[in-house]
């Protein structure tokens, strides 16, 4: 399996996971309701769950600088430098930062 379907998988469960939370259901209950194997949501809450304890939050910083109406810009330490005409999906942004994270 490649880094990128490892990530989407995590992406993926981690959504699961949260309205599963958000559910206030059982395991058994929701996995039921939702047609998931209660055992892989078992494992994948966990699995969540030490992620998240191991790098819970990542700094975002707010910049001074102006930018171009419609335009969003990314900066990672003032290294990395990503410009997107269209803001893209929280859950995309937590997973790139905590990668560069894991990877500097």
């Not at 194997?37 to 030490?50: A, C, T």
Request: glycine letters at 2%.
């Amino acid at each position: 399996m490649s880094t990128l379907e490892s990530r989407q998988k995590i992406v993926y469960w981690r959504g699961i996971v949260k309205k599963l939370n958000e559910s206030r259901l059982s395991v058994g209950d929701f996995s039921k309701k939702n047609k998931v194997s209660p055992g892989k949501l078992s494992y994948w809450k966990l699995r969540i769950m030490r992620l998240e304890k191991a790098d819970p939050f990542v700094e975002v910083k707010k910049s001074s600088l102006a930018t171009q109406e419609n335009q969003i810009t990314l900066s990672i330490n003032d290294v990395i430098t990503i410009h997107f005409t269209t803001p893209p999906s929280p859950e995309w942004v937590s997973e790139l930062l905590c990668s560069v994270r894991r990877v500097a």
